[in-house]
């Protein structure tokens, strides 16, 4: 019987793949026998080479490229060095993204103290970050009238979450371009392409460490107050998300298209 959930052989190109979740969930896409690209800034070359070699340590595929989400020229580039090494691209995660702290309304602060500038930059990294390598990359599954896209969302993007101004509204509009896509693209070039979306919920990472937890590593006051409205009451761990990834990108996902995963351990399905 065919394993609907097999990857192996696949092609995943990964946006901001050198980060605490992107290291586990290249490495988990490594291991089910795919080739795995990692996009990511120039500076994060160090630790991109410790994944590869990880990756190849255990006899599997993997190369780094520099990019730089917002330059579509940039992008390009990627492209032609991907088709040039594989041949094609079958996944393609729009990982890519982050919160900016000039993007938020502290807690001494009010609405009218927000940096519409800093607003502005978020919204661009996280939905044009994941547009624009959505129309370079999405050229090589439309030739082959097949490919999985699968982009990056938010618990803010659901609900909004205090302080994080700039982010939910991003997050918001990276969900509605999830969804306009998935129709654009099966309309116009065939049942074959997908596009959905993950939300993932709490998870400890190196951009939000800080906030959720103290110089000691004991929990924030905000910490304590997320993990009160959370079912589980912990924070996830990131390998929680790869079997909701490697099911978008399988074939056993074959007719899942325009949806938003949430993974959050019950946060955005609990009240009081």
């Not at 602060?109 to 370079?136: H, M, R, S, Y």
């Not at 509009?173 to 065939?190: D, M, S």
């Amino acid at each position: 019987m065919k394993n609907l959930f097999d990857v192996a052989g696949k092609v995943v190109v990964m946006t901001g793949a050198c980060g605490v979740l992107g290291r586990t969930i290249v490495k988990h896409f490594a291991e089910q026998g795919a080739k795995v690209v990692l996009l990511d800034l120039e500076r994060t070359a160090e630790k991109a080479d410790e994944i590869i070699a990880e990756i190849k340590g255990d006899g599997s595929e993997a190369c780094f490229f520099a990019t730089n989400v917002l330059d579509k020229k940039v992008l390009e580039q990627n492209y032609e060095q991907i088709m040039s090494r594989y041949g094609r691209i079958d996944v393609l995660l729009n990982a890519a993204g982050g919160n900016m702290a000039r993007a938020t309304v502290q807690p001494d602060q009010t609405i009218f103290d927000l940096d519409v500038e800093a607003v502005k930059l978020c919204t661009e990294l996280n939905l044009f970050g994941t547009i624009l390598p959505t129309l370079v990359f999405a050229k090589a599954m439309v030739e082959r009238k097949e490919g999985s896209i699968i982009n990056f969302a938010s618990e803010s993007a659901l609900r909004p979450l205090t302080r994080v101004a700039g982010y939910g509204v991003a997050k918001a509009a990276v969900v509605n371009w999830t969804k306009y896509l998935c129709g654009e693209l099966a309309i116009k070039f065939g049942s074959g392409l997908r596009v959905n979306a993950i939300a993932p919920g709490f998870l400890l990472t190196d951009q939000n460490r800080t906030l959720l937890t103290n110089p000691d590593g004991s929990l924030t006051p905000r910490s304590h107050t997320i993990l009160a409205h959370t079912p589980y009451k912990r924070f996830l761990e990131p390998e929680e998300l790869v079997g909701t990834l490697q099911w978008l990108a399988s074939d056993a996902s074959k007719a899942v298209t325009g949806t938003l995963t949430v993974i959050d351990g019950g946060f955005d399905a609990f009240s009081i």
